[in-house]
């Protein structure tokens, strides 16, 4: 007889779903004292919310008290495109290309946990995807599903890291999963490619020094210098430190399309962005991750991009 668990693998990736792997709904205490020291040192920056009841990151029953199990999932978001690597190509961060993981990755959730709820009618669940205050990361590791790099960043063996990750919190017992070993060794690849030394330590980045965190999350008229000085192209986003992992030897391209570039662009000249208004923007990046910066932060940027460019040369 097929178990609840199986079935559940199985319609996942009828679905669209790249992985999927279950753990017992309980506290991350190792992963809880990590994040604390992580806030401690502030290499949050000003993403203020991550210091909001910080409790709930590291036990999902604070978040759902019925929670038993934590189903949790890749989805494979790897398009075969590249980048330009001209100085003011205004590149984007490939997982911002095409339409909002958030929308697609929940829908996929959605219809997962809709049909557990024909199998097993006396379940509920939570979906939670990157919003929630869960620790993705750390459930997608102890779920097996793969280890957290150097860079921070979860790693598949059969993917490499260009994966969204999701959760469903659920009232049912499943059969759980081990936890994936790391497989770094030794490589120090993504730190010693990092421009702004951003990964200060194994494992550990400091956002403040971030090209990913100043181009996206970071407010203001201007970026801090030693991030404008070494932009390498990037107007939203960095992927060097994925770029660079051996592990991403392994990408696949992904079956879902919404993920391709939208208008065939990996990336939006400076000057362009200059010109966007309030509804010419609205309209582009509708339903799109790139919303995330604002037209003020995007517009920001494009102007660091071109005055650096204009320093160096």
Known sequence: MVSLSEKIRQKAAELGISKIGFARAEPLAADANRFFAWLDRDHHGEMAWLEREPEKRVDPRLIFPEAKSVVSVAVNYYTPFDHSNENLSGKISRYAWGDDYHDIVKE??????DWISLEEPESVGKICVDTAPVMEKAWAERAG???????????????????????????????????????????????????????????????TRCISYATIE???????????????????????????????????????????????????????????????YAERFRKSAMKRTKLTGLKRNAMSLKKNYKINN
């Open 218 to 280: 970071l407010r203001g008229d201007e970026l801090p210098d030693d991030v404008a000085s070494n932009l390498n192209g990037w107007l939203y986003g960095c992927d060097i430190c994925q770029d660079v992992c051996p592990w991403n030897r392994f990408e696949k391209a992904t079956d879902e399309g919404r993920f391709a570039p939208r208008l065939g662009e990996t990336s939006i000249s400076p000057d362009v962005v200059e010109l966007f208004t309030p509804e010419t």
């Open 145 to 207: 599903l793969g280890w957290i790099g150097k860079h921070s960043n979860l790693i598949t063996k059969e993917l490499g890291s260009w994966v969204f990750l999701g959760e469903i919190l659920l009232n049912l017992e499943l059969e759980y999963d081990e936890p994936m070993a790391e497989h770094c060794g030794s490589c120090t690849a993504c730190i010693d490619a990092c421009p702004t030394a951003a990964i200060v330590e194994p494992y550990v980045v400091d956002s």
């Open 108 to 113: 996929k959730l959605r219809a997962l946990l």
